[in-house]
């Protein structure tokens, strides 16, 4: 499990310190999704319009962006995942779209897939599993219990679907609901990260969606809007925030393996 190297309160913004925030370019105010590639390369993808932003983390700097269609695809986007060498990018309702890296000012082409899953909800928040082979699927939102779930879409299976310990969760910050907005694959354990954006939180659970544990509280000054998730290689995590009464950002939170 990762815990972090301090509370996140505490944590000062400079270089050298365990946490550091960058701000983003404008064009990056709606960010909603994060995913490293295999060479530990961040991509992020915005709300409205399937354009794929790399950024990087250690500057906070956009290294590049392209387009995917022509026209550029627009829909209701909620996360980004690179499985294998294909990035695939996922709307509310169930949309995903792969295709593969382009350079610079690049269009490329995609194949449109549908997941089609019985349950009352929104869709936010897509991570990959390498070693399924799979992407992992998370409601944000959803009137019934029930109805809160993370679905585990396999490329050579039948999907699988778990629950989401919504209510443990939630005694563990005192609250009465979690609304879900990311959701990260840890890639020393294999366990799932999963980060709440109302409540504030970031929760481990385990690859059949067990609770873990409580990772960290993060702090309301910092984080307006967390809609973005990675772990990198190292145990690092990535948080994206999109705007609200600031510019959109993106924090980096250097963490100690236990």
């Given at each position: ?16 310190d ?102 009352k ?7 990959a ?90 702090d ?13 290689s ?25």
């Amino acid at each position: 499990m990762l815990s972090a190297a301090c509370d996140s309160a505490d944590l000062a913004t400079t270089a050298n310190d365990p946490f550091v925030q960058w701000v983003l370019p404008d064009k990056l105010h709606e960010i909603s999704g994060l995913a490293l590639t295999a060479d530990q390369r961040l991509f992020s993808v915005t709300d409205e319009e399937a354009i794929v932003y790399e950024l990087d983390y250690h500057t906070g700097k956009l290294v590049k962006a392209f387009a995917i269609g022509q026209p550029t695809v627009r829909a209701d986007f909620e996360g980004i995942a690179v499985l294998n060498d294909t990035i695939w990018i996922m709307t509310s309702d169930g949309d995903l779209y792969s295709f593969l890296e382009g350079a610079d000012g690049q269009r490329v082409p995609y194949e449109k897939h549908r997941f089609a899953f019985d349950s009352k909800c929104e869709l936010e928040g897509l991570a990959a599993d390498t070693s399924r082979n799979a992407l992992i699927l998370a409601c944000k939102d959803a009137k019934k219990r029930k109805n809160r779930q993370i679905f585990v879409w396999s490329m050579s299976g039948e999907p699988l679907e778990f629950r989401i310990p919504e209510e443990a969760m939630a005694d563990l910050i005192g609250t009465k609901r979690v609304n879900l907005s990311a959701i990260e694959v840890d890639p020393d354990s294999g366990n799932w990260f999963v980060l709440a954006a109302k409540q504030k939180a970031l929760f481990e659970l385990s690859g059949e969606g067990k609770l873990v544990g409580l990772v960290m509280r993060l702090d309301a000054s910092r984080h307006s809007q967390p809609e973005g998730l990675a772990i990198t290689s190292d145990g690092d995590l990535l948080v994206a925030d999109e705007a609200g009464a600031g510019p959109a950002t993106l924090a980096v939170y250097r963490m100690d393996r236990q």
